[in-house]
C-alpha cells in the first residue's frame, strides 16, 4: 500500500515563500503523474500545478510565474515551491499521485493535506 505524507506548509506573510514537499511511500511498481491541489473554505478542490514522470507541467493559471513544481523520482519525491504568496492562495493544499502497486492500473493516491495561510 502507498502512502503519500506531505510537508511544509505553515503561515507566511504575503510576498514570502514556501516549498512544500510530498514523498511517496510503501511497496510501489511506478509512479506516473503527480501534482498539487487546493482546497480553501467552502470551496472544492482546485488543480494548482502537475508533472508527469517525464517532467512536463501545467499549472493554474493563479499561480503560473509564482509556484513551481518538481520531483525527485530516485526519492519518489514531488516539490512545489511557492513564491509571492498572496492571501489568495491560503488553502489546504494536497499532494496526489498516480500510482501502479503491482505494475498495470494506475490508481490516484493522495496525502492527509498540509495548511498554507498567507496574512500579515
Known amino acids: 500500500q502507498a502512502q503519500l505524507m506531505e510537508s511544509g506548509g505553515g503561515l507566511v506573510q504575503p510576498g514570502g515563500s514556501l516549498r512544500l514537499s510530498c514523498a511517496v511511500s510503501?511497496?510501489?511498481?511506478?509512479?506516473?503523474?503527480m501534482g498539487w491541489y487546493c482546497q480553501a473554505p467552502g470551496k472544492q478542490r482546485e488543480l494548482v500545478a502537475r508533472?508527469?514522470?517525464?517532467?512536463?507541467?501545467n499549472y493554474a493559471d493563479s499561480v503560473k510565474g509564482r509556484f513551481t513544481i518538481s520531483r525527485d523520482n530516485a526519492k519518489n519525491t514531488v516539490y512545489l515551491q511557492m513564491n509571492s504568496l498572496k492571501p489568495e492562495d491560503t488553502a489546504d493544499y494536497y499532494c496526489?499521485?498516480?500510482?501502479?502497486?503491482?505494475?498495470?492500473?494506475?490508481?490516484?493516491?493522495w496525502g492527509q493535506g498540509t495548511q498554507v495561510t498567507v496574512s500579515s
Open positions: 496526489n499521485a498516480q500510482i501502479s502497486v503491482r505494475g498495470g492500473v494506475y490508481y490516484d493516491y
Open positions: 510503501g511497496s510501489i511498481f511506478s509512479i506516473n503523474a
Open positions: 508533472i508527469t514522470s517525464g517532467g512536463s507541467t
